[in-house]
């Protein structure tokens, strides 16, 4: 009978060994899954903050253009205004030689002529120029604020990939399989 018995012991404790086995297989398996997808997630994560680091230099480079070319724009803003009353004055001049009645006054009224040819090729250079610079800001916004939307996206989807990592129930799991596999 006591045979029987050290029998009956040695294969319910058997049977507990086979299933504590069993158990850690599954959670063995479980490990290796999780373990996966941490690397996964990880590797993500390093990509979308390399494409965000990426967007906001980027994003900082079309502002720094986008700060040259206002620059740009005001100075030749500054340039018109010059060449404006330049004009006016000039034309002040050319009104006051020709009420003179002076012998000088067609020599100077051609002078006058000659220079209010070139300042009005100056005035309308300066217009293109302007045109040409405006344009250049506007579409330099436009990138920009694509951009500025486009590194948001990279944001919310880092936080929720970095979110998710960390939220994840069986993290725990994994880092407790982890050191007990070390």
Do not use: C, F
Request: net charge negative; hydrophobic share 35%; aromatic share 2%.
């Amino acid at each position: 009978g006591e045979m029987n018995q050290q029998m009956s012991d040695l294969e319910d404790q058997s049977a507990n060994y086979l299933r504590q086995i069993m158990e850690l297989e599954t959670q063995v398996k479980k490990s290796n899954a999780l373990t996966k997808q941490v690397h996964e997630l990880e590797e993500q994560i390093k990509s979308l903050e390399k494409e965000k680091a990426t967007m906001t230099n980027s994003s900082a480079n079309a502002v720094a253009e986008i700060d040259e070319l206002k620059s740009a724009l005001n100075s030749a803003d500054r340039a018109k205004k010059q060449y404006e009353e330049e004009l006016a004055e000039l034309r002040a001049k050319a009104e006051v030689l020709g009420e003179d009645g002076s012998s000088e006054a067609p020599v100077a009224s051609l002078a006058a002529s000659t220079s209010t040819a070139a300042d009005k090729e100056k005035w309308t250079r300066m217009q293109i120029q302007m045109e040409q610079l405006q344009k250049q800001v506007d579409q330099l916004n436009k990138i920009v604020a694509t951009q500025k939307m486009e590194l948001a996206a990279v944001t919310t989807a880092t936080a929720a990939v970095t979110s998710t990592a960390a939220s994840s129930s069986d993290s725990d799991e994994v880092k407790q399989l982890k050191r007990e596999l070390e």
